[in-house]
């Protein structure tokens, strides 16, 4: 569908990927093979999102002749980044299949994304964490659950890169961080190399709506920030109009 | 006047989705177009968005040339800043600006390209990647091997396989620990005899066979980076080189040889020859000889004069090119700025409202041009995209292609051959439909 094509190169990536590569077989994978017939199948993998009519047939179809279907990817999961555009939108999958589960990220965190085709190959149930970033987050100890730090940035100034020896919670210094809205998952990855979660696993739970009303009734955000787009629904749909 | 009967057909074993389009005047083929069904609207997007929010929004354009397009934001933000990163940033851009080719050109070369190149010089047919990984598996597993290498060292010093997370305006926040150093440098020696048997499968295959005459590149322009007349896919001067001229510039005059309109596809040059244009591996080579480096030289005294004028030549620049970045890297990491602690710039006020980043991206020349307000906030993104480059040349092959096929064979048949002509440019379509 319509997509950077990123989550095919992290599945390329994978410690799993040769493995996996030869433990199945491959029915229809247009990066790779030339198979233009969609013939029935176990799995299949859905990556990017839903901007064109010919788009919902080809994922129709799939629906029908797949046993199980996985949307791969936050395009394909929640829409994508292609809705920070004013004027595309980008429908995730579900919007018009049913769907039994989805791989989340942006990137899908490589971890996350090898458990998953090893309990595919397994015949294993797979789950995703329903707890937040902050669970476990290395700098959960420095969290001011009070948020009483202004928050004026989206990412860190180089100066503070610079001196990040003894690092604390981004809130508490001032730094947007979508951590406490969004699943765990990615190890921390980006707030563990010094950026603060940018929300691309998705909420942990359904209502990412409300989930954002709570955050934003506690948090201290600067005006600059209030009317700043595409913060909280980077990587999704919004469900409400901007 | 006779209406143009369209026929479309979507493009298998290419990055992201494109299709072939065969326009029929009657009974002939009129014309081929390769099609982009959709773009994406990224210039659009990072209009409004704060200059230090931007990289992570631009290497999300895509998921195989992520460093090229942050890399080449970052460099875009620095100008306006006036900034300049610290050595070991530039020398991280630079390991990971070769994870990203490395990973690039050998999946394209294995899973795209060397089914066709078997079939067109071989005419040996490969149906399915199984039957690719059967035909040879040492060949199979060196590649994967190759693919594997480039994402641990983007993963090493970037953060992650894809979309990094270290790349920031100022430099690279740099943390690997000295265990995984060890490893990147195990796993770049052990890339260096994976891309020994490469290109040694490739002579060994084809060099021989002399390369259809459709797939002969026409009079062209080479459109590159050159760092002083030295291959430079980070930094260096704008060239366009021909049989017989050479231009050089720097970024900040592009606009007097070539320009775009912000939203709509494709770059207009401003040549005055009717030659056409690429960018990309064989460009580098005719502008920088790779093929002059004494580890290189002797695998390019096996390829001969046809198969240098072919567009099928590209795939063997890709493994050169693996091999060449492989050694480069391993040098890169020897560098003893890299285990000093350096601060990175900050971004404190804009000098200008207008930046340019340029480098050369797996495909070819990539370059941003923003401008910016006081706010720090951006007004307008101009982004050059090597497939969009090369798609008027691709157009103008595949069409004379399509018609010596039609003088024979049927449109469904022809479609089918097209297809390996535009395998054999690389397009990118994540990029191109940004």
């Known amino acids: ?242 | 006047m006779i209406k143009l009967q369209k026929i479309v057909e979507p493009c298998k074993r290419i990055e992201g989705n494109g299709n072939i389009k065969i326009l029929l005047r009657g009974e002939h083929i009129d014309h081929v177009e390769f099609e982009i069904p959709e773009i994406r609207g990224f210039e659009n997007i990072l209009v409004n968005k704060k200059t230090q929010d931007i990289p992570r929004i631009v290497s999300r354009i895509c998921g195989l040339c992520h460093a090229s397009q942050a890399i080449a934001c970052n460099k875009t933000i620095e100008n306006i800043y006036g900034i300049s990163p610290p050595t070991q940033s530039i020398i991280l851009r630079r390991i990971l600006l070769i994870g990203e080719l490395i990973k690039s050109h050998a999946m394209h070369y294995f899973f795209q390209s060397f089914p066709d190149l078997l079939k067109i010089i071989n005419f040996q047919k490969i149906s399915n990647p199984y039957e690719l990984m059967q035909f040879d598996p040492h060949l199979t597993s060196s590649t994967f091997d190759l693919i594997k290498l480039g994402s641990e060292i983007d993963k090493i010093f970037g953060g992650r396989y894809v979309h990094l997370i270290n790349i920031i305006p100022g430099g690279v926040i740099y943390n690997p620990s000295q265990i995984n150093i060890n490893l990147a440098r195990k796993l770049l020696q052990k890339g260096s005899s994976n891309a020994k048997y490469l290109i040694e499968n490739f002579i060994k295959l084809f060099s021989t066979k002399t390369p259809p005459s459709s797939f002969e590149l026409p009079k062209i322009n080479y459109l590159g980076l050159s760092n002083q007349g030295s291959y430079d896919r980070y930094s260096g001067n704008i060239v366009i080189k021909n049989y017989k001229n050479q231009l050089n510039f720097y970024e900040k005059d592009y606009q007097s040889y070539f320009d775009k309109e912000v939203g709509v596809f494709g770059v207009n040059f401003a040549k005055n020859d009717d030659m056409g244009l690429i960018t990309g591996p064989i460009a580098r080579e005719n502008i920088n000889k790779i093929s002059a480096t004494e580890r290189n030289i002797s695998y390019f005294r096996m390829m001969s004069e046809d198969w240098r004028k072919s567009i099928l030549y590209q795939n063997f620049l890709e493994l050169i090119e693996i091999d060449y970045e492989i050694h480069n890297c391993l040098k890169l990491l020897n560098e003893n700025s890299l285990d000093e602690h350096y601060n990175l710039p900050e971004l404190r006020e804009i000098q200008k409202s207008d930046g340019i980043g340029i480098l050369e991206a797996p495909r070819g020349l990539l370059m941003h041009h923003y401008k910016v307000n006081q706010n720090e906030i951006m007004i307008q993104a101009k982004l050059f995209i090597a497939t969009e480059i090369n798609i008027p040349l691709m157009n103008f092959m595949t069409s004379n292609y399509a018609h010596n096929l039609h003088k024979n064979e049927a449109v469904d048949k022809v479609k089918k051959k097209i297809v390996q002509m535009i395998r054999a440019f690389d397009p990118c379509i994540s990029c191109a439909s940004h």
């Open chain 1, 1 to 242: 569908m319509t997509s950077c094509s990123g989550c095919i190169s992290t599945l390329f990536s994978l410690d799993i990927f040769p493995q996996f590569f030869e433990k199945t077989k491959i029915a229809y994978f247009p990066f790779i093979a030339e198979e233009e017939k969609l013939e029935n199948c176990d799995i299949a993998l859905i990556e990017g999102c839903i901007s064109q009519e010919s788009q919902i047939r080809l994922i129709q179809k799939i629906r029908k002749i797949a046993k199980k279907v996985y949307s791969l990817g936050s395009c394909a999961a929640f829409g994508g980044i292609i809705n920070l555009s004013k004027k595309k939108r980008g429908d995730p999958i579900s919007n018009y299949i049913e769907v039994d589960g989805i791989i989340p990220g942006c990137p899908p965190p490589s971890n996350l994304f090898g458990n998953f085709l090893m309990a595919i190959l397994e015949n294993r149930m797979f789950k995703l964490s329903n707890k937040n970033q902050c669970y476990s987050c290395p700098l959960r100890e420095s969290i001011d659950y009070e948020f009483k730090t202004k928050i004026t940035k989206l990412v860190p100034n180089n100066k503070e890169i610079n001196s990040s020896q003894n690092q604390k919670c981004f809130l508490s210094q001032g730094v947007l961080c979508l951590g406490p809205l969004t699943r765990e998952g990615c190890e921390n990855k980006c707030i563990i190399k010094g950026m603060p979660c940018e929300g691309c696993l998705g909420s942990p739970s359904k209502s990412l709506f409300s989930n954002i009303c709570n955050f934003l009734s506690q948090l201290n955000l600067s005006n600059e920030l209030k009317t700043y787009e595409g913060i909280f629904y980077r990587y999704s749909k919004p469900t409400i109009k901007r």
